[in-house]
């Protein structure tokens, strides 16, 4: 991979409840647990006169490992595969966000890539200062100062977003934190006080029955910008910047029973004076036991390493380190989620749904829908509009779709759905939380099939009307060239890519596949490394054959790929196994095939046009298009082949494309301090 990609060499109520509150199946209450943050980076965003929007990366040791400059220059935080959102107020009002994609991992001295990071229009706010984001909601909530309210945007929107949601305050919070699995937000407001809002989401983001903690240090001035909570023992860490003009004058407090607490109350442990080095705490991190602060006015950070236990009082901080007007610090301890959707192979892996495109669905029919892994019934539809194409999702929920005008010439773009793997049922496409990816610079003519990479965040696109593989970055939208792109010979459908190999797998129409090995580095230079041909009796596929869905399936080491014969005969699918895939090349024996053996009818499989297939590790999904099915054969690596009947199957109008949604879909994860550290 190139230097740039590395930094080592409308929602309704019903909705929300849903998201936060219910979340579906075995997922329901699911807390992930940070892995140990030993080694995970510090990130310190700046915002002095010169060092705007400057982002360290500070290592184990706290020293300044590598330095990106963003767009952004207030509040960070990040998403559970690692993108950073920040908020920014550099440019006049209203203020912005920008979402840096894999944060930690970009390269030292590098900039902003439109390719890779995505603006969020932020209308509706002032200044916007503290972040914090939802993990399963899919939801960032912006403190807006000097407008006097907290902005709700969705996580996955883009440049043309409008807030979701206000939430009307009487004074303005500077900062706040939010635990999911409470349903519960932490303001800290710039009139010295905490605001906690309860049922934030499922109460309509209302804060008219807040309750207000008023720490009871005895002193006039007080002015509270850095929150943080650790839930297990119910207690707020804030930091007091008093007078911003004053560079002596800031307080840590220490509030227990924060979920109860409510008017006047004594702080457990207040630390100030001047042995502190606190003047103007901007903002604070827990690190279990660990307190960092950012001190802007006296240019450090500082660290506290028993911040719950000890006297009040003019207490030294345990480390100073010098940082030049840090501004908001984060401590990046991602960790990957699961396997990506195409590369499920686990059976023990519990699958919750079954999404589903239609091109076209029936006249005011949405155009997707979930169904149950029984093929039995609709559990959730969506409208996005449009001639749909390919689908899939990343771990955060978030559903990609791959759509095209069918104009003369066609246009192409990808459409990202904000958290449709887990929710939003009855809805349709809002500005508000979705984006497009689309424009003359995509070079998107007939986009197909295409798979999201999350370990590299890209996704990874086939062009049939442009035959070439054109890769973006998961985080980008509007009119954005591709990071990259491979030419091909012959117009691809499908591809699956699989990272632990980093092998790009691609169907091709001529009903052959490529294969490109290294193609992270490589980027598939030279054209494939193999191609291999489907032989059945030792001869090829006879034609017409033409190949569409394509899953490599690693623990067995083969490929599951469909053909669709002559996309004009309704009658002529089929499907295909080959074995030893890491080292096929040229003729490769079908060792399994789903066929009637006759072109002219559709016999008990049910295949005309399988367009797409998604696999769960034992059994195969297909979309049939020309047959308006959807069809399920169990056991597949076990079959003998032949006219092998569905094991299950769902009458749906033109199903385009299929992919499952497994139960490790947007996990819910509160950032309440439990991550482990150094002591």
């Known amino acids: 991979m190139n230097g740039e990609m590395q930094w080592f060499t409308g929602l309704t109520v019903a909705a929300a409840l849903t998201l936060v509150g219910c979340g579906s199946g075995s997922n329901s209450n699911r807390q992930v647990v940070p892995a140990s943050a030993r080694s995970a980076p510090l990130l310190v965003m700046h915002n002095g006169a010169d060092n705007k929007g400057q982002i360290d990366r500070l290592g184990p040791n706290l020293e300044v490992e590598a330095t990106f400059q963003s767009e952004a220059n207030e509040g960070i935080v990040l998403d559970l595969l690692g993108n950073l959102y920040g908020a920014s107020d550099i440019t006049a009002s209203p203020s912005e966000f920008q979402v840096v994609h894999r944060a930690s991992l970009r390269k030292d001295g590098t900039m902003s890539n439109l390719a890779l990071d995505r603006k969020v229009a932020a209308p509706g706010s002032a200044n916007i200062k503290g972040i914090a984001i939802a993990h399963r909601a899919g939801l960032i909530f912006a403190a807006n100062v000097n407008g006097n309210s907290i902005e709700v945007y969705g996580s996955a929107a883009g440049t043309n977003a409008t807030p979701l949601a206000t939430t009307s305050l009487s004074g303005n919070a500077w900062d706040l934190v939010y635990n999911e699995t409470q349903d519960r937000a932490f303001l800290a407001m710039t009139n010295g006080t905490v605001l906690v809002i309860d049922n934030y989401v499922a109460g309509n983001f209302s804060a008219m029955n807040a309750r207000t903690i008023t720490p009871g240090d005895g002193m006039a001035v007080s002015n509270i910008h850095g929150i943080a909570y650790r839930a297990d023992i119910d207690t707020l860490v804030v930091t007091d910047v008093g007078s911003a003009a004053d560079p002596d004058d800031g307080k840590i407090y220490v509030i227990s029973n924060a979920s109860t607490a409510e008017g006047m109350v004594t702080p457990d442990r207040t630390i100030a004076g001047p042995s502190t080095l606190l003047g103007n705490p901007v903002d604070m991190i827990l690190e279990g036991n660990r307190a960092f602060i950012a001190e802007k006015s006296n240019d450090a950070i500082l660290v506290y390493n028993n911040i719950f236990a000890g006297e009040s009082g003019d207490i030294a901080p345990s480390r100073v380190v010098d940082s030049v007007k840090p501004e908001s610090l984060l401590r990046d301890a991602t960790v990957p989620l699961g396997a990506d959707v195409s590369d499920i192979d686990d059976t023990r892996i519990d699958i919750e749904g079954v999404l589903v495109t239609s091109n076209p669905p029936l006249m005011g029919e949405p155009d997707v829908v979930v169904l149950d892994t029984d093929l039995s019934m609709v559990t959730r539809s969506f409208t996005v509009g449009g001639s749909l194409e390919s689908v899939s999702v990343n771990q955060l929920g978030d559903v990609y779709i791959s759509a095209d005008d069918q104009g003369s010439p066609s246009t192409g773009m990808l459409a990202v759905i904000n958290r449709l793997g887990v929710a939003r049922d009855g809805e349709t496409f809002s500005v508000s939380r979705d984006r497009m990816l689309s424009g003359a610079n995509t070079g998107l003519v007939s986009p197909k099939g295409f798979d999201v990479a999350d370990e590299l965040g890209l996704v990874l ?11 973006f970055g998961a985080q980008a939208g509007g009119n954005v060239a591709p990071l990259y792109e491979t030419s091909l010979g012959v117009a691809p459908w499908d591809l699956d890519y699989d990272p632990d190999s980093d092998t790009l797998y691609v169907a ?31 001869m090829p596929v006879a034609a017409p ?10 623990d067995r080491n083969v490929l599951i790929v469909s053909d669709v014969g002559s996309g004009a005969n309704p009658t002529d699918g089929k499907l295909y196994v080959l074995e030893q895939a890491d080292r096929a090349d040229g003729n ?9 053996g006759d072109n002219n009818a559709v016999g008990n499989t049910q295949l005309g046009n399988p367009v797409d297939i998604a696999w769960d590790g034992s059994s195969l999904y297909v979309a049939e298009k020309s047959q308006k099915q959807v069809l399920r054969f169990d056991n597949l690596l076990d079959s003998a082949g032949g006219d092998v009947k569905p094991d299950a199957s769902f009458a749906q109008n033109n199903p385009e494309s299929v992919v499952l949604l497994p139960d490790y879909l947007a996990p819910m994860r509160d950032d309440d301090g439990l991550r482990q550290s150094n002591p």
């Open 461 to 471: 696109v086939t062009d049939n009307g442009d035959p070439a593989v054109k890769v």
């Open 508 to 538: 091709l129409v001529n009903g052959t596949v490529a294969v490109f090995e290294d193609y992270s580095v490589d980027r598939g230079a030279g054209g494939p490394d193999r191609t291999i041909t489907p032989t059945i009796g030792g």
């Open 545 to 554: 054959t033409n190949l569409h869905g394509i899953v490599y399936v690693a």
């Open 588 to 596: 490769t024996p079908v060792s399994i095939s789903i066929d009637d």
